[in-house]
């Protein structure tokens, strides 16, 4: 990845954040390979945070910087819509978990989702079991993204699963965590069919899910 910009973020600084960013943007850089490597940067923040080496606000300083950067990457993502296809395009249905107020990842997996003809409705931060499930009825998405850094939500994303499976709703949706929190024993332990927690692997995870449900359909 882009080290420069990682360590640039890490240290908070945006002006020489912001000039990488236009330099890697010039040189037509993967727009992803950017954005991975500002996620690697907030998260060296996070790091710094956790030894007590940063405060509060500079997780909010990092946030802050992130979305800066964000203006100036999104015009450059590839936008690989098919619009013959729209009307037959998936739903995805996403939101981050009750407890949970952490939304630049959730921004950027819809930015992208969107981005590749995914039809994605956003139901926000701090979303309830009630409303998940209420929503998952009501709009029969095929796919269900949950969204979490916390590890003390861990336990209402498993309740949320629970939940769906026993209100019959899980036969038919492929659930998928995404978040710091979201490693792979997290997802083993909650139940959910696949993990996200980096930029690249986002979209083709999303389209082997698509190319797994029409394989199923069809047999
Ligand atoms: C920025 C930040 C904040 C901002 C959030 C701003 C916002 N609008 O989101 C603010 C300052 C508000 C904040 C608050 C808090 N935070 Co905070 N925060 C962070 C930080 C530094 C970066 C998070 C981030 O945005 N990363 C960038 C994005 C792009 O990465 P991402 O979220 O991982 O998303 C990518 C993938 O995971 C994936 N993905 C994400 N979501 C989804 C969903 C789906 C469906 C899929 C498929 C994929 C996917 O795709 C994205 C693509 O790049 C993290 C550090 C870290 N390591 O994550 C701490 C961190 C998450 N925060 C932490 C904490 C403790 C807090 C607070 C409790 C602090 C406090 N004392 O108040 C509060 C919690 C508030 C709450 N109730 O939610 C801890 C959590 C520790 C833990 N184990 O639970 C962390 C890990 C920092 C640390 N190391 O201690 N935080």
Redesign the pocket.
Known sequence: MLEPLSRAIADLELEKAASLVNEYVDKRFNAVDI??S??IG??L???R??AGEYY?AD??M??AI?KELMEIIEPHLVKVVDHEQQNLAPHVL?GTIQ????????S??IYLLRSSGFIVRDLGVDVSIEDFVKEAKSSSAPII???F????CVSTVKELIDTLEKEGIRNNATV???????DEATRNYVGADYS????AN?IP?FESIIKLNEVNRDR
């Open positions: 954005i991975e500002c996620r907030v998260e923040v996070g790091k945070y956790q509060l997780l909010v990092s946030e992130f996403i407890g949970d107020i952490h939304d630049l990842g959730k950027i997996v993204g949950i969204c850094l916390l590890t003390n998928v965590i995404g978040g710091y929190a979201a996200a927690t980096t930029t986002v995870l």
